[in-house]
């Protein structure tokens, strides 16, 4: 159903208010219209392009910074981060992250986004995976956009344990899931209200 301009436009901007990681090429199938009018309409709302919507959305939310590896070394970008309590990032599906002969991504990529992440998570300089239970719940495609939550279950600082949850999501779909246990120094200071935290 194609609408007229004021109806698209309002609708658009409410999408984009919910939705802010969602591209124009999706704007445009969802509109029915070319990704050339999803611009101009952006333009003239004066929406930002994707980037930097991420851009504005990291800077929000950022209110901590890595501590247990270089920020570039993190697959996929954060675009919010609570020490020891949870993050996001967004990875991009690009054409060297997909099998030729069929544009599905290799699974080692959705793993070490969030792996990375749950690494990133750790309030401590140390971080290192120390186990891992994942699950692949459906192909993701060549340029599909793969947003993964990662929430910290438990910290236990007797073994130096972090136990974290990651959720991985194109759009509303669950595409991968995971739980990773995560080892740090034993001596870092207990935070009130991060994680479910114990002593045994």
Do not use: W
Not at 2 to 12: D, G, H, M
Not at 103 to 124: P, T, Y
Not at 161 to 185: A, D, I, K, P
Request: charged letters at 35%.
């Amino acid at each position: 159903m194609r609408r007229n301009k004021k109806e698209r436009q309002q609708l658009l901007k409410e999408t984009i208010e919910e939705t802010p990681f969602i591209t124009d090429e999706e704007l445009a199938e969802k509109f029915n219209v070319s990704i050339q009018t999803i611009r101009l309409d952006r333009l003239e709302l004066s929406i930002p392009e994707l980037r930097e919507r991420i851009k504005h959305v990291a800077e929000q939310n950022l209110q901590d910074e890595v501590k247990s590896l270089p920020i570039d070394e993190v697959i996929g970008e954060i675009i919010d981060l609570e020490l020891d309590f949870s993050a996001i990032s967004i990875f991009e599906v690009k054409k060297e992250h997909v099998f030729r002969r069929n544009q599905i991504a290799r699974g080692h990529h959705l793993f070490a986004q969030a792996n990375s992440l749950c690494v990133a998570l750790i309030d401590d300089e140390l971080a290192l995976t120390r186990k891992s239970t994942i699950r692949f719940t459906r192909p993701v495609k060549v340029n599909e956009r793969v947003v993964a939550k990662a929430k910290v279950k438990q910290i236990d600082h007797k073994s130096g344990r972090t136990y974290v949850e990651v959720n991985s999501y194109v759009g509303q779909e669950l595409v991968f899931s995971g739980e990773f246990e995560m080892y740090r120094s034993k001596n870092q200071p207990k935070k009130e209200g991060y994680g479910n935290e114990t002593s045994n």
